[in-house]
């Protein structure tokens, strides 16, 4: 279960100021929604973070024989138009993309949003959590996002172009036009 935390002075805390608090807590995973409040986030069982490590393994691969772009794991905070910061368990930021980001603001919560987002459900996780965090995803900008169910051995699949699809572990994901060439197939993983 996730935790929101209400701070009195969040409203007024900006995005130097939240960045500051981050590293205050490097022990606490936390995001920041689009409301100003803190979530924080327990640590995922080691087998789901097994699974993220092969998940941003293979987008990583892709990224290196096509470098289009880059990725970031779970530790990669991103501030969206919504003024959240969130944090997905797979993301890929196109080059285009990453050319309108000043250097300075690599070194922080980016503002910017990534391409494509793979959030992965773990023990903690309830579906209509998650199924929300991606459909703010893509209001922010996101133009690809798996939401990966291990329990029902299934994905869904959110564009902004079409309501979400879903596909059986046994099922090839593409990378579409957004990835292009990307085909994993989550039953080699899961």
């Known amino acids: 279960m996730r935790l929101a935390i209400n701070i009195p002075q969040i409203d007024t805390f900006s995005d130097e100021e939240f960045y500051r608090f981050c590293r205050a807590n490097p022990d606490l995973r936390v995001e920041r929604n ?4 803190i979530v ?7 087998e789901t973070s097994f699974r993220n490590s092969d998940l941003n393994y293979r987008i990583y691969s892709w990224n290196l024989r096509n470098r289009l772009g880059r990725v970031s794991d779970s530790n990669g905070g991103y501030t969206l138009p919504d003024s959240s910061m969130r944090a997905p368990d797979v993301a890929w930021i196109s080059n285009e993309r990453l050319a309108t980001i000043p250097l300075s603001d690599l070194k ?28 703010k995803w893509l209001v922010n ?6 939401l990966v169910d291990p ?11 079409r309501e979400p699809e879903v596909k059986l572990f046994s099922d090839d994901l593409l990378g579409e ?12 993983i899961f």
């Open 40 to 46: 924080v986030m327990p640590p995922t069982g080691i």
């Open 34 to 37: 689009e409301n100003g409040q």
């Open 141 to 146: 900008g996101v133009r690809l996002g798996w």
């Open 177 to 188: 036009e957004v990835l292009p060439g990307l085909v994993i197939k989550l039953s080699d």
């Open 151 to 161: 329990k029902k051995r299934q994905t869904y699949i959110f564009s902004p172009v």
């Open 108 to 135: 922080k919560f980016a503002h910017v949003c990534p391409d494509f987002v793979i959030e992965l459900m773990s023990e903690s996780d309830e579906m209509e959590d998650l199924e929300q965090k991606m459909k």
